[in-house]
């Protein structure tokens, strides 16, 4: 069964600093892709970072990248230079790709706030 | 410009009683998932439609149903047989077939309370 798993219910940090959020997941598809998603207290999701199971590299997007590590099964997100706008739920999830089946699983959830 | 609109943004309803809650995108995306939030947590499948005029039960299916009569529209019913429908919901759309990424864009989201 697919699983994501996020530890952190809550995490603080001050303005400017980087930020890892962590990710586990659980799979038996042979491929996958890893998304974060952010939720703002307005509550719409905002899709940020996208890995494949395949790529070779690390995704990054701006101040957001994903520390793929696909032997440990984690996908962390780090925020580089954290600004206060950043202050947000932030979700994992992981959906099988190559697959008629699209369903993505999400992770609880990370609570994270940034301190000025 | 392009995306998913939700509406209402708040919706009350009463015992007994069915609601609508609106989802369209012109997006041009063929997948279409309506999910449910409750207070602290994360986001549950209620259903989904990869294709116009089908679709199939998520996690949460009981007490609802949805239409895909058109693909910019995947409307969901939450009925009277929904015992506790007070929650956050949140549509998102997907370009969807095999070899897509299934990344999921969404709306703004739709609050229902019960009176």
């Known amino acids: 069964a697919q699983k994501i798993t996020q530890t952190q219910p809550g995490m603080f940090v001050q303005e400017k600093e980087a930020v890892t959020l962590d990710c586990t997941y659980d799979?038996?598809?042979?491929?996958?892709?890893l998304f974060w998603y952010k939720q703002p207290s307005s509550g719409e999701m905002i899709f940020l970072i996208y890995q494949g199971s395949y790529d070779q590299q690390n995704a990054t997007e701006g101040r957001y990248s994903l520390n793929f590590q696909k032997a440990r099964k984690s996908a962390n997100l780090v925020i580089s230079a954290s600004q206060l706008g950043d202050s947000a739920m932030y979700f994992c999830?992981?959906?099988?790709?190559?697959?008629?089946?699209?369903?993505?699983?999400f992770g609880s959830g990370t609570r994270l706030s940034i301190r000025p | 410009d392009g995306g998913i609109t939700q509406s209402p943004k708040y919706l009350f309803r009463k015992e007994g009683q069915n609601v609508t809650l609106s989802c369209e995108q012109n997006l041009n995306h063929d997948a279409m998932y309506w999910y449910r939030q409750d207070p602290g947590q994360g986001l549950r499948l209620i259903y989904y439609s990869q294709i116009v005029n089908d679709f199939q039960k998520g996690d949460i299916a009981e007490g609802y149903s949805v239409s895909r009569e058109k693909k910019e529209s995947f409307p969901l019913t939450v009925t009277s047989a929904q015992k506790n429908p007070t929650a956050f919901y949140l549509c998102?759309?997907?370009?969807?077939?095999?070899?897509?990424?299934?990344?999921?864009?969404f709306g703004a989201g739709t609050r229902l309370s019960v009176l």
């Open positions: 998102a759309s997907s370009l969807g077939g095999s070899l897509a990424k299934n990344i999921q864009y």
């Open positions: 999830a992981m959906s099988p790709i190559y697959s008629s089946a699209s369903k993505i699983i």
């Open positions: 799979t038996s598809d042979p491929s996958y892709g």
